[in-house]
């Protein structure tokens, strides 16, 4: 049967056929949508781990119990389960085990666009990446198969075009496949020094045996058309070629880790002039290099942002098709948090405290950006807490004017270890935990302060405050943002308190509300237009002439604007008048 599947769905569907019995995963754009897809499937059991860590070390477990097992997560998600992943290559398998890191070139939603083959280079594993939304389903199979076969986890590398874009997949059968049975063995699963030792030689052994496998698999293809040009290429870069490049021949590589030299040297033997075509990191042309292969690559193609059709027929002096329409240069629209964001009450009130704010991951970064610029930083999922603490021990000033502001679920992710080390080491540190019940910037997903688990079953809810009291923490207050009073005055105790203390900022996410309160309106005999309304950013406030409206459409009453007002000139609809 034929369907139109996005890369993630097709990775989805993939799972399901080569029959997988766990798949873990936390919430990050490219990847989310692979679990969610997933849990259409009930064979497989599925579920949001509270990080990518975690989520690993889960499915090697179900893998050491015959079980094959997924894990999904975005690019920067593997820092995060590095330390696991480095040490399973080591151990290997026993069922089988895939990880799809979703890589983001260009940084569509990131912050930063790392190159993840390398973490396959690193780990010595086989690497994988599909073109399309087939190869992305059909991969998926493959892997689980190299892995069982060579006793180790493969890395199946995505990236955003890949992960969103959909296209026509064939959908197999169900297949079937017993547990492997599992059978105590110590110098295999226990790495202590004189274990690892051992299993390093297998891990190398493995390396070589893996290379001839991709000779002799058919997986990469050799497609020989004029010869003058000769292009190495993989994943959705693929693409570009075929429409930058019609006539030329092209390796597409589906193994990119680890190399087959045979193969390379008889592509390349065979074509006059030779080129590696790959987004981000010279990573094949870096390999192929070394063998003395003369091979151009990154000095005509950039090492940074998403390639296309365009920049590849520049790279090689080609004219650009006359039939594409260049649309006019429109107005820049950034990002900005919806209306009624609780995040916005209360990143204006700290920016009227005149706080320095070391920021986190989540809808909040955007906090960062004008007319809030609340921010000062933002570096990785649960580094707010640790760089307050850092600030506050570098200078003790720092320590009353300096909040960590972090989102219920990133907290959740990896904000209690900072936290704790505050609490250890006392240091006077003041945490702003924005608690908006859900995972709100990845799409809404649940985590464990929701009480919802993937599969929508109600399970226990993480209490905050009680976790936080647990970790030492003495002052603990919950507020609602939207009070701006109450907020300002709970922030301003914790400064005070001298030790670590929290702010628990807790209203729902605007979107997961149903209901809405009624929308305000200004009124124009009061309004002197002095824009202190502007300032919070929301969209639905705007200047209108002389003075500002407020779109009656986008407005959800959060009242943040009518509590700032300086002349009362903001107030509900239909009291305009009264």
Known sequence: MKELLSGNEAIACGAYEANVKVATAYPGTPS??????????????????????????????????????LVAMKHVGLNVAADPWMTLSYTGVNGGLVLVSADDPGMHSSQNEQDNRYYAKMAKVPLLEPTDSQEAKDFVGVAFKLSETFETPVLLR??????????PVTTGEYRWTPLVSYAKEPQKWVMVPAYARLRHLFVEARLEDLADWAWKSGLNKLEFRDKTIGVITSGVTYQYVREALPEASVLKLALTYPLSEKQIRLFAEQVEQLYV????????????????IPVTGKTIIPRTGELSVQMIQKAFGLAQ???ISIPPTLASRPPVLCAGCPHRASLYALKRLGLKVTGDIGC?????????????????????????????????????????????????????????DAVYNGTNTT??????????????????????????????????????????????????????????????????????????????????????????????????????????????????GCHVAINQSACVGCSLCAQICPQGAIMKAGEVDA
């Not at 995505?158 to 296209?167: D, E, I, L, M, P």
């Not at 603490?389 to 960590?404: F, K, P």
């Open 158 to 167: 995505t990236t955003t075009r890949v992960a969103h874009s959909k296209g």
């Open 431 to 544: 945490v702003i935990i924005l608690d908006n019940r859900t995972t709100a910037m990845t799409g809404h997903q649940d985590h464990p302060g929701t009480g919802v688990t993937l599969t929508q079953t109600k399970t226990k809810a993480v209490n905050l405050s009680k976790l936080v009291e647990a970790l030492g923490v003495e002052q603990v207050q919950i507020v609602d943002p939207l009070n701006q009073e109450k907020f300002k005055n709970a922030v301003e105790e914790a400064l005070a308190f001298p030790g670590p203390a929290v702010v628990i900022a807790r209203r729902p996410c605007i979107l997961k509300i149903k209901k809405t309160a009624t929308p305000y309106q200004v009124d124009p005999t009061r309004c002197d237009s002095c824009h202190t309304c502007i300032q919070i950013g929301c969209p639905a406030v705007s200047v209108a």
């Open 32 to 69: 989310t949508e692979i679990l969610e897809s997933i849990i259409q499937y009930p064979e497989i059991k599925a579920q949001w781990s509270p990080n990518e860590k975690v989520a690993l070390e889960v499915a090697i477990g179900a893998s050491l119990a015959g079980a094959r097992a």
């Open 364 to 420: 909040y970064t955007l906090g960062a950006l004008p007319p809030l610029t609340a921010l000062d930083s933002c570096v990785c999922m649960g580094a707010s807490i640790g760089m307050a603490s850092g600030m506050a021990l570098a200078d003790q000033n720092y320590a009353g004017n300096t909040v960590a502001v972090i989102g219920d679920s990133t907290f959740l992710h990896t904000g209690i270890q900072g936290l704790l």
């Open 277 to 292: 075509i790959e987004e981000l990191d010279p990573f094949l042309e870096e390999q192929i290099a070394a063998w003395g």
């Open 321 to 323: 098709p006359t039939h």
